[in-house]
Nanobody, 122 residues
């Protein structure tokens, strides 16, 4: 059973930073494409950043490139999303997910965490 446990969300003012964490098993971490997605109220879920941890390949949405950084700690089987220069439009529920293709589409991601809320105020 794939388990993904996110943490690190919160409220911050525009221009601030947050770091999200996603802990999982060693099998999941090495076997799947790992990604961060977000969903704002009234909007569809969208990909933010994805990586295949075994190769180090990374993929960012255009809206976050240069501000967000996806990284990994192989010893802890943990994925991170460092979010800098946050904007109000970054507000939403952030999910960690594991998928069979990298970067793939949302439908390729079959395993999801419970989500962590990020709120950016202006």
């Amino acid at each position: 059973q794939v388990q993904l446990v996110e943490s690190g969300g919160g409220s911050v003012q525009a221009g601030g930073s947050l770091r999200l964490s996603c802990a999982t098993s060693a099998y999941t971490y090495s076997r799947y494409c790992m990604g961060w997605f977000r969903q704002a109220p009234g909007r569809e879920r969208e990909a933010v950043a994805r990586t295949f941890t075994s190769s180090g390949s990374v993929y960012y949405a255009a809206s976050v490139e240069g501000r967000f950084t996806i990284s990994q700690d192989n010893a802890k089987n943990t994925l991170y999303l460092q979010m800098d220069t946050l904007k109000p439009e970054d507000t939403g529920m952030y999910y960690c997910a594991a998928g069979n293709r990298c970067p793939g589409t949302i439908s390729d991601y079959n395993h999801w965490g419970q989500g962590t809320q990020v709120t950016v105020s202006s």
